[in-house]
């Protein structure tokens, strides 16, 4: 799969969607005025790569901040790659945020709650 690498702007994040080593990053604030088209192109890339999945994959999320919206899309991003239930197959999810950030790691910490993932809290 080739990498696709979206530049990040004042309303969304840098994201990096590499197949090809089973390694997804979102980094940045995330509050685009259309949350769906802006993720339909790295969800339709997750979907396509779930498929085929490398032996270990690596989702990382370093957020500034995140809206509402843009909470779904993790909650759809996390999903996809968790629910690939092949043998053989692992999913790492790392969570970065800030030591003084409460918010961001308290959303992480809600997230893995409610999705029954494993999430590794990295402090940058």
Same mark, same amino acid.
């Given at each position: ?49 779930t498929?085929? &999945?490398? %032996?270990?994959? *690596? @989702? ?14 993790? #909650? ?9 239930n ?7 999810i790392k969570?970065?945020?800030? &030591?003084? %950030?409460?918010? *961001? @790691?308290e ?13 590794? #809290?990295?402090?940058?």
């Amino acid at each position: 799969m080739q990498t696709i690498v979206i530049p990040p702007t004042n309303e969304t994040p840098e994201i990096v969607l590499n197949g090809a080593n089973g390694t997804f990053s979102f980094a940045g604030k995330s509050f685009p005025e259309n949350v769906n088209e802006f993720y339909n192109e790295s969800i339709q890339y997750i979907e396509t790569y779930t498929k085929q &999945p490398r %032996d270990k994959t *690596i @989702l990382e999320f370093r957020w500034l901040y995140f809206n509402t919206a843009t909470s779904k899309i993790i #909650v759809k991003i996390i999903m996809l790659l968790k629910n690939m239930n092949m043998p053989g197959k692992t999913l790492e999810i790392k969570w970065y945020c800030s &030591p003084d %950030d409460d918010l *961001i @790691l308290e959303k992480g910490n809600e997230f893995s709650e409610l999705l029954g993932a494993d999430f590794s #809290v990295e402090y940058l």
